[in-house]
C-alpha cells in the first residue's frame, strides 16, 4: 500500500465499520481491524478472494466506474461467507506515486435489512388476514362512515362496489335505526370499546342482519377520538334457529296441552286400561294390542316400573303421589331408541285410597338432539371467543411491551461497554441482554401457543440451563426466602432441543413456585436418566393444587391466579406444547396445601 500514514490507519482501525483499501490489480493493500475480525488477515490476497473465494472481482465491484465518474459509488450487498448484509461505499484514492487504489467503507446492515423484512411479513400477514379473515372488519370515522373494510364485510351487506360502499352513511344505510348508531358510540366512547354489542343493520337489498359487534375507539396522538374499528360477526342464522327453537318448544306446549304424547293410565296391578294415539306412535304398541292385555311393566321393564313406584310415594320429586319429572330411554322392539320424560301421578278415590295410576310420557328425541347440536355449537363460539381475546391481548401486550424492552435491551448493550468480559457482573449482564431478546421473541410467538414454533434445536446439557437460570432467579429467591436444593445427576446427557423454549418451561415452572410460596419455602430440582429419557422435578413446599383443578392446568385459559396479567392462564399450556413438541411430557402431583411437583421428561438425543 502506499504512502498512508500511520495515523490514518489508526483512524480506520478505530472505526466500526468495515475498511479496506486495494490496488487497482484488486490486491488488498489494507484492511481495517473490523476487516480482519469478519474475514481474517488477507492483506496481500486478491479483494474477491478475501471475500467470496472466487478467482473473478464481484459482481458489485466499480472500480473502473469510480474513477471515470471521479466519485463515490453506494450500493448494498449480502456476503454469503459472513452471512451478513452490507453497505457499500465504494471511492478512489489517487496515491502521490500516481497509482490509483480504491477505498471501501462495508456497514453492516443486516439487522435492519431482517427487520425490514419481517415488517414486511408482518404487513402482508395482517393484509391476508384482513382480506381472508371470517369475520367483518371495519374501521369508520367517529362523524360515521367507514373508512375501509374487508370483503367479508362487503359480502355480508351484500355489496360489490367498495367504494359504493365507503359513502354509505352508518346511521342511515347501514342501521336499522338510526338511534341504535346514537347509542352505540355513546357506550363506546364512553368505556373506550365494545364486546359482542347486539344490533340490527341492513342489508344493501334490504334483509336485516343480527350482528354482533366488537369495537374499540380510535385515538389520535392528543388522545382525541378518530373514529372506532372492530370486527362484526352475522348471527342472522343463529337468531333463526334460536326463533326456530322458541317455536319448536311453543308448538310442544300446544302440543302436551292437546294431549297428543303418550298418555297410559294403569290399575293398583300395573294393567294398563288406557293407550291413546300418542302412546301408539311413541311406543309401536296399538291399544287393541295393549289395554287390557298388558302391564306397565312389559312394556318399560320391571326395574323402571319399581322404580317409578318409589318414587311416586316419595315426596321430594314433587310431592306425595307426584312425579313431576323423569328422564327415561327405551328401546322399541324395531330397535328404536325413544327419549323422553315421564310424569306420574296416582289417583285416588273419595276415600284416599289407591286406584290407579296415570303417566304421562313426553317423546323429547329431536328436542335433546337439537339441544345438544346448540350446546355443541355454543362450545365452538365460545372457543372461538377465546382465541379472539387471545389474538386482542397478545396485540396489547406486544404494542405496549415492544418499546420498553428495546429501551432496556439499548441500555444493556451500553453498560456492557463498561463492563470487562471476564468480570462475574458481565455473565449477568450477558443473561439479562439475553433474556430480554428472548421475552421480545415470546410476544411473537404468543398466538401460536396451542402449535409452539419450531425453533432452532441444538445438542445441550439440562444442567447448564439451570444452572443459568437459578444465577438468574438467586436474588429473587433469596428475597421470598425460598431454599434451593439441587440435586442434579452428574452427567444427565445431551438432548435435543429449544434454548429458548426450555428456559421458557422452566422460567414458568420456578415463578409458579414462588407465587405458590409467598411466605417462603424449599424448592427442590433434580434431574435423573432412566432408559433413553431424561426426567427434572421440580418440588415446591407451597400451597398445592385443588384436586378439582389438578386435571385443568394444562389447559388453555385456565388459572387461578387473581392478579389482571398473572390471571392470563397460558404459561402451562405453553410449556405443554413447547414440551409436546419435543416429543416429551409433563406430569403433575400435588397434595393441597403441602407441596406440588412437576415432572418433566424428554427424550435423549439419539432416542427419536
Keep these: 500500500m502506499t504512502d498512508h500514514t500511520p495515523k490514518l490507519l ?3 482501525d478505530a472505526f466500526e465499520d468495515g475498511i479496506y483499501i486495494v490496488s487497482d490489480d484488486y490486491r488488498v493493500e489494507y484492511m481495517n481491524k473490523y476487516m480482519k475480525v469478519l474475514f481474517g488477515d488477507r492483506i496481500g490476497n486478491k479483494c474477491h478472494e478475501v471475500l467470496v473465494g472466487s478467482d473473478q472481482p464481484c459482481d458489485w465491484c466499480k472500480f473502473d466506474e469510480i474513477f471515470k465518474k471521479g466519485e463515490t459509488h453506494h450500493s448494498e450487498v449480502y456476503i454469503d461467507s459472513v452471512n451478513k448484509f452490507f453497505s457499500l461505499a465504494e471511492m478512489p484514492v489517487m496515491n502521490h506515486d500516481g497509482t490509483r487504489s480504491k477505498l471501501t467503507i462495508y456497514r453492516d446492515i443486516t439487522h435492519s435489512v431482517l427487520q425490514e423484512e419481517k415488517l414486511k411479513s408482518s404487513k402482508e400477514s395482517y393484509q391476508r388476514l384482513f382480506k381472508h379473515v371470517g369475520c367483518g372488519v371495519f374501521i369508520s370515522s367517529k362523524e360515521g362512515r367507514f373508512l375501509d373494510v374487508n370483503p367479508t364485510l362487503l359480502k355480508m351487506l351484500g355489496y360489490q362496489d367498495k367504494e359504493e360502499f365507503l359513502s354509505l352513511d352508518l346511521a342511515r344505510d347501514v342501521y336499522l335505526s338510526p338511534a341504535d348508531r346514537q347509542k352505540y358510540t355513546e357506550i363506546i366512547e364512553k368505556k373506550g370499546k365494545v364486546v359482542d354489542y347486539e344490533v340490527k343493520w341492513r342489508r ?32 342472522t342464522r343463529r337468531k333463526r334457529h334460536e326463533n326456530e327453537l322458541k317455536e319448536a318448544h311453543d308448538f310442544l306446549d300446544r302440543i302436551i296441552s292437546c294431549s297428543p304424547n303418550a298418555i297410559m293410565a294403569m290399575d293398583t296391578k300395573g294393567v294398563i286400561r288406557l293407550w291413546n294415539q300418542g302412546a301408539e306412535s311413541v311406543f309401536g304398541l296399538k291399544a287393541l294390542e295393549v289395554v287390557e292385555k298388558m302391564t306397565i311393566q312389559q312394556v318399560f321393564s320391571i326395574k ?33 331408541v325413544v327419549e323422553g320424560n315421564l310424569s306420574a301421578s296416582l289417583i285416588y278415590d273419595e276415600k284416599g ?10 317423546d323429547l328425541k329431536e328436542r335433546l338432539q337439537t339441544e345438544r347440536e346448540l350446546s355443541a355449537a355454543r362450545q365452538h363460539l365460545l372457543q372461538s371467543e377465546k382465541l379472539a381475546a387471545m389474538g386482542r391481548l397478545t396485540s396489547q401486550i406486544a404494542h405496549e411491551l415492544n418499546n420498553p424492552l428495546f429501551g432496556i435491551m439499548n441500555t444493556l448493550e451500553l453498560m456492557k461497554t463498561e463492563i ?31 402449535r409452539p414454533d419450531q425453533d432452532k434445536r441444538v445438542e445441550m446439557d439440562i444442567n447448564v440451563v439451570i444452572d443459568e437460570l437459578l444465577l438468574l432467579y438467586e436474588k429473587r429467591f433469596r428475597e421470598n426466602s425460598i431454599k434451593v436444593h439441587l440435586d442434579l445427576a452428574e452427567n444427565p446427557g445431551v438432548i435435543l432441543a429449544s434454548r429458548d423454549q426450555l428456559r421458557q418451561v422452566f422460567i414458568n415452572m420456578f415463578s409458579n413456585s414462588m407465587y405458590a410460596m409467598p411466605e417462603g419455602g424449599n424448592l427442590e430440582i433434580s434431574t435423573r436418566i432412566t432408559g433413553d429419557r431424561l426426567y427434572i422435578i421440580i418440588r415446591d413446599t407451597g400451597t398445592g393444587i385443588k384436586p378439582e383443578h389438578i386435571k385443568k392446568i394444562f389447559d388453555s385459559f385456565f388459572t387461578t391466579k387473581t392478579e389482571s396479567i398473572q390471571g ?7 410449556c405443554y406444547g413447547f414440551i409436546k413438541d419435543h416429543d416429551g411430557d409433563i406430569t403433575v402431583e400435588s397434595e ?15 432416542a427419536r
Design 10 to 12: 489508526d483512524a480506520l
Design 204 to 235: 344493501r337489498d334490504g334483509h336485516v342482519l343480527h350482528i354482533l359487534l366488537t369495537s374499540n375507539v380510535r385515538y389520535d396522538l392528543k388522545g382525541e377520538i378518530l373514529g372506532y374499528e372492530g370486527i362484526v360477526v352475522d348471527q
Design 304 to 336: 323402571v316400573a319399581k322404580k317409578v313406584n318409589e318414587m311416586l310415594r316419595d315426596e321430594k320429586f314433587g310431592g306425595k303421589g307426584k312425579l313431576n319429572s323423569y328422564p327415561l330411554n327405551l328401546i322399541k322392539d324395531n330397535g328404536e
Design 353 to 362: 285410597n289407591e286406584v290407579a295410576s296415570v303417566g304421562l310420557f313426553v
Design 420 to 450: 470487562p468480559p471476564e468480570n462475574k457482573r458481565r455473565r449477568l449482564l450477558d443473561m439479562s441482554l439475553s433474556e430480554i431478546v428472548r421475552l421480545a421473541d415470546m410476544l411473537k410467538k404468543m398466538l401460536s401457543f396451542s
Design 568 to 574: 392470563v392462564g397460558l404459561g402451562l399450556s405453553v
Design 592 to 606: 393441597e396445601g403441602q407441596w406440588t411437583k412437576f415432572t418433566v421428561m424428554l427424550p435423549l438425543s439419539g
